[in-house]
C-alpha cells in the first residue's frame, strides 16, 4: 500500500478516532433519529447522524482491508490498494459535508450534547494539527469559544490556528487564555513565545523611534523628514 495513501487512510482514522469514540458514549443515552428531531435542534441533528453513521461505516471497511492486506498473498494486494484508494477518494469527499453537518447541529443546540462539542472540538483540533487549515480549524475553534464551550483547550486550538493566519492580536488572546488555564501545548507555547519576542523587538524600536522623533523635533522645520503612515499587523506607525 503506497505511502501517500496509507497516510490519508491513517489521517482519516484519527480524525474519526475520537468520533468513535464518541459514538460509543453516545449510543448508550442517544435518542432515535425521529426523536432527536424533535427536539430544539434535532432537524441538523438528525441529519449530522445520517452523515455519522455513513463515516462510521467507512472506516469499518478501511480497518477491514488494513487487516486484509495484512495477511494477503502478494498477487491479491494490488486489488486491496485500489479498493482502499476508492474509499479514501470517498471519505476526502464526506469528510468536509461531515464538518459541516456536526458545526450545524452544534449550534443549533450549543452544549446540549457534551458529546456533539468534543467531537467538532476534535475536527478543530484536526484540522490545525493534522491539515494545517487555519480558517476551518479556526472557524470551528470560534464556533465552541462563542457558544461558551467548557474545555479551555479549544482556545489554544483557536490561537495556533490565528497565529498560522497572521491574526496576531486574536492568536495572543486566545493563547493568553489557554496559558491562563494551563493548556497551551508545544505549538501553542511556541506560538505564544513568538508574538511576545516581536512585541518587544517592536517596543524597542518604537523608543528608539521616539527617541529620533524627538531629535528630529529640534531641528528647524525645512530640516525635518517628511511624516510617512506605515500601516503593520501590529499597529499603524507614522514615521
Do not use: H
Not at 524597542?204 to 506605515?230: C, D, F, N, T, Y
Request: zero cysteines; a negative charge.
Amino acid at each position: 500500500m503506497s505511502r501517500d495513501v496509507a497516510s490519508r487512510g491513517a489521517r482519516l482514522a484519527v480524525a474519526l478516532m475520537f468520533a468513535v469514540l464518541v459514538v460509543v458514549q453516545t449510543n448508550k443515552t442517544a435518542l432515535s433519529q425521529d426523536a432527536a428531531a424533535e427536539e430544539s435542534g434535532g432537524d441538523a441533528a438528525a441529519q449530522f447522524q445520517t452523515l455519522f453513521s455513513q463515516w462510521k461505516e467507512l472506516i469499518a471497511q478501511l480497518r477491514g482491508l488494513q487487516q486484509e492486506f495484512a495477511v494477503a498473498k502478494p498477487e491479491d494486494r494490488e486489488a486491496l490498494k485500489e479498493k482502499y484508494a476508492a474509499l479514501i477518494a470517498q471519505g476526502d469527499e464526506l469528510l468536509p459535508e461531515l464538518r459541516d453537518k456536526a458545526a450545524a447541529a452544534y449550534a443549533a443546540a450549543p452544549n446540549e450534547d457534551e458529546d456533539l462539542g468534543d467531537f467538532v472540538a476534535s475536527l478543530a483540533n484536526e484540522r490545525v494539527a493534522g491539515y494545517d487549515d487555519y480558517d476551518e480549524g479556526l472557524e470551528l475553534a470560534k464556533l465552541l469559544i462563542d457558544n461558551n464551550y467548557p474545555r479551555a483547550e479549544i482556545y489554544n486550538v483557536a490561537g495556533v490556528a490565528a497565529f498560522g493566519l497572521q491574526q496576531f492580536a486574536e492568536a495572543e488572546e486566545f493563547l493568553q487564555a489557554a496559558e491562563d488555564q494551563n493548556v497551551l501545548d508545544e505549538m501553542g507555547n511556541r506560538a505564544l513565545i513568538t508574538l511576545r519576542d516581536e512585541q518587544l523587538a517592536i517596543e524597542s524600536l518604537w523608543e528608539k523611534e521616539q527617541e529620533i522623533r524627538a531629535a528630529e523635533a529640534e531641528l528647524p522645520e525645512g530640516e525635518q523628514k517628511p511624516k510617512v503612515l506605515v500601516k503593520t499587523s501590529a499597529a499603524d506607525i507614522t514615521t
